[in-house]
């Protein structure tokens, strides 16, 4: 399975973006999925997570009702809108799909494929 993320930029304060991340594999209807960001010097964390059918989502408090994650089977991607950014999300976001589960989980180490990462940059 491979994931392939885009959507990252360079953006102001305040701005929007959109992170799309498509996978290659055959059960992605089946696999949760999730973001996790890596800000500059710091570990990586979770952002958001979003079951097989959509239907369960959970976020980090840091950007509970700023950014949502939704998927579409369909076309096998994993999406994350994120509003009014700020400084403080600078990171490089990774894309990242559970191995076997269905469900919406935070745990980065349930998650067997990971995105290479895009970089997302918020000027003040």
């Known amino acids: 399975v491979q994931l392939q993320a885009s959507g990252g930029g360079l953006v102001q304060a305040g701005s929007s973006l959109r992170l799309s991340c498509t996978s290659s594999?055959?059960?992605?209807?089946?696999?949760?999925m999730a973001w996790f960001r890596q800000p500059p010097g710091k570990e990586r964390m979770f952002v958001a997570t979003?079951?097989?059918?959509?239907?369960?989502?959970y976020y980090a408090d840091s950007v509970k009702g700023w950014f949502t994650i939704s998927r579409d089977n369909a076309k096998n991607t994993v999406y994350l809108q994120m509003d009014s950014l700020q400084a403080e999300d600078t990171a490089v976001y990774y894309c990242?799909?559970?191995?076997?589960?269905?469900?919406?989980?935070?745990?980065?180490?349930?998650?067997?494929?990971w995105g290479q990462g895009t970089q997302v940059t918020v000027s003040s």
């Open positions: 979003i079951s097989h059918s959509g239907s369960t989502t």
């Open positions: 990242a799909e559970s191995g076997e589960l269905s469900s919406a989980v935070i745990d980065a180490s349930l998650y067997a494929y």
């Open positions: 594999g055959r059960v992605f209807r089946y696999r949760g």
